[in-house]
């Protein structure tokens, strides 16, 4: 929560992307079946999934909106002060519940998505094992990734989550940085990993 306090404390709207848009679409989505279904725990972890990406991005005031409104049921008075925050009309848990639209729900993100975390989870089980054997903390990680695949990769992201310098390579890119040859062990939705 505190992190979505000092978002709002320094907002600075601006345009939605794709990658947004569809987040957003897709959380509304299966945010309204985990309530009809009383899993309000599932509900809150893909509320902080959107909130990450929205973190991340620039997002427009209509957007925005709709976060508050699915922040509303779990957390109302939070979510009230964060709607006067930006102007809302009336109250937010007296707002229309936001309505999502499927030509905005692209697949193919939420699976570069998944693969991101998965390759996050990776990274970090190496680190874990580098420090284990070789009785020393890795600092840099690299990753050999197809082609196609690159832009599912943001530098700035994978450190931050990582808390490690991270360089991202084509496995084709001539001047890889690659002494163990991990670029030949890329597959799809899994990069190879070296870490130093």
Known sequence: MNRVINYFNNLKIGKSNNKIEHKLNYTIR????????????LAVIKLRELFENIENNQIDKKNLESF?????????????ELWAKIGGKGFVG??????????KIDMKLEEAEKNLEK??????????????????????????????????????LLGKRIGKEVKVYEVNDKKKYDPEGKAG?????KPGIYVE
């Open 30 to 41: 299966e945010i309204e079946k985990d309530i009809v279904e009383f899993k309000y725990n």
């Open 119 to 156: 390759t996050v989870s990776d990274i970090v089980n190496v680190l874990r094992i580098v420090k284990e054997r070789q009785e020393k903390e890795a600092e840099k990680v690299y990753l050999y990734v197809l082609p196609n695949e690159i832009d599912n990769y943001n530098l700035e």
């Open 94 to 103: 007296l707002a229309e519940w936001p309505e999502y639209d499927e030509k």
């Open 185 to 189: 062990k890329a597959k799809p939705g």
């Open 68 to 80: 508050i409104k699915l922040l509303s049921p779990f957390c109302p008075h939070v979510a009230e």
